[in-house]
């Protein structure tokens, strides 16, 4: 499965990327073993892209490419990232903006190529849709492990991500371990197990053109039963993305993949909130009890097999959704939260005083307007030695609900997320920061309100 292009361009764009790929695999040690000792594998150069051979077992000799940023964190987040059908990792790497997401954020990308060169991933066979079952997903767990144990990797922070057949892929690895990743961004997939057809690499055509409905219970049975039976521990957070006019692999199978990992994450069917944060991006969010996202889908109006779309807030997104835009540091990010409008500053102007209305005030450098975003997704700022939590006045979810400070107690109406698109959206509400009544004047005050894409509801922080 490729991008939305005329065929020869496709091609042509695909025999570019086949060249950068070319090389081979050789085995070394599983994942559950002792570290291997691939003294002859290269060691990647900062900000390259670099193959790597030797990397552990990989019974169907998949490649292996490793993007390091020159800023890397320390123990940095490996994200794994599978290219479509007709596709390499070296293609992916160029066509998509995950790699300079990883330049701004400083965590690592695996970029691995399926064998033959330009196939499909194996998403059909038994082997692939059972842990530790063979074929593909074991070698790509061997180059999740060869990068935690000689680039730092950090093994707590795990995720994938991956276009068509990738899609399907983070799919069935988000199903067969569960145990190793954090989160995973599936753009233009299928449900888990949807593809099956007991081959390898098997085309099954009414998975692509939509023909496959399953109730929730049933499809998240399949996760439960078949990709890790018997485990019970946690389960990541997963992302959705599909086009409506979606030629290749049908819009339908969005639908279906909700129904999967809603059931999986035990979460509503019915979504907790609905909003358009870009022209024609339709997004549902399915809430847990506390608030936290568990999935998350993005229904794109008009757009056919093209996702992500490269140059557009697609894959920024995604890395958001996944938590791996925290910055190099690897905390939280403090500075100047910027009403982009009016040119001034969020402003505590109360001296720490609970349940006062935040304004905004020009920016002057002082403690009041230093806005901290922690990792439990609130913005705080810290006064007299007092630190306290932007807050949605009473839990209000209408439109003009004050926003005030207030003691930090990690509840959904003080948690926020800070959109690609310049938004500051409340989890609880799904309603906008805004400055209220398009004003610019210092001591106007901020509400939230209904997302309009209007420039007095634009924030910047640093």
Not at 79 to 86: D, E, P, T, V
Not at 89 to 100: A, E, I, K, M, Q
Not at 170 to 181: E, G, I, Q, R, S
Request: glycine content about 12%; some cysteine; proline content about 5%.
């Amino acid at each position: 499965m490729f991008r939305s292009r005329s065929l020869p361009s496709r091609l042509l764009g695909i025999v570019a990327a086949i060249g950068l790929a070319a090389g081979l695999s050789l085995q070394a040690a599983p994942r559950a073993s002792a570290a291997p000792q691939a003294s002859a594998a290269p060691r990647a150069v900062a900000a390259s892209l670099t193959q790597i051979t030797n990397f552990g077992t990989n019974p169907t000799g998949l490649l292996m490419h490793l993007y390091v940023p020159g800023n890397a964190r320390a123990n940095p987040p490996i994200l794994l990232a599978l290219h479509g059908c007709q596709g390499t990792g070296p293609y992916l790497y160029s066509s998509t903006d995950f790699g300079s997401l990883a330049d701004r954020y400083g965590f690592l990308v695996i970029y691995p190529s399926t064998n033959p060169s330009g196939s499909c991933w194996d998403v059909s066979s038994d082997q692939a849709l059972t842990r530790n079952g063979g074929s593909d997903p074991v070698g790509l767990m061997s180059m999740i492990t060869y990068t935690e144990q000689h680039y730092g990797g950090n093994a707590n922070a795990v995720y994938v991500t991956g276009e068509s057949s990738g899609g399907m892929m983070t799919n069935v690895m988000l199903a067969d371990y569960p145990d190793v990743f954090k989160a995973g961004a599936a753009f233009m997939g299928v449900p888990y197990h949807c593809f099956h057809t007991g081959s390898v690499r098997g085309w099954n055509a009414d998975c692509a053109q939509g023909r496959l409905s399953r109730s929730p219970q049933q499809w998240g049975g399949l996760v439960r039963n078949t990709g890790y039976p018997g485990y019970t521990g946690p389960r990541p957070r997963v992302q959705l993305w599909h086009g409506t006019a979606d030629t290749i692999l049908s819009h339908n199978n969005l639908g279906e993949e909700i129904k999967q990992w809603t059931d999986v994450l035990g979460v509503s069917q019915n979504p907790s909130a609905t909003d358009t944060p870009t022209a024609n991006w339709n997004r549902t969010r399915y809430d847990n009890s506390a608030g936290t996202t568990q999935v998350e889908a993005y229904s794109i109006a008009g757009a056919g097999h093209q996702l992500p779309v490269q140059g557009t807030a697609m894959a920024a997104e995604a890395i958001r959704f996944m938590g791996l835009d925290a910055g190099p540091s690897g905390g939280g990010t403090t500075g100047a939260l910027h009403a982009v409008a009016a040119g001034k500053c969020l402003t505590d102007a109360s001296n720490a005083t609970l349940g006062t209305q935040q304004q905004i005030y020009t920016c002057n450098g002082g403690a009041n307007q230093a806005w901290t975003r922690t990792a439990s997704n609130q913005l705080t700022v810290t006064v007299g030695g007092s630190t306290l939590c932007l807050d949605a006045n009473a839990k209000g979810t209408t439109d003009g609900t004050k926003v005030v400070v207030w003691s930090c107690n990690g509840q959904a109406n003080q948690q926020w997320r800070l959109n690609a698109n310049g938004t500051i959206t409340g989890v609880q509400s799904g309603l906008c920061l805004d400055v209220a009544g398009l004003a610019t004047a210092d001591g106007t005050p901020v509400q939230l309100w209904s997302c309009s894409g209007g420039r007095n509801q634009q924030w910047t922080l640093g």
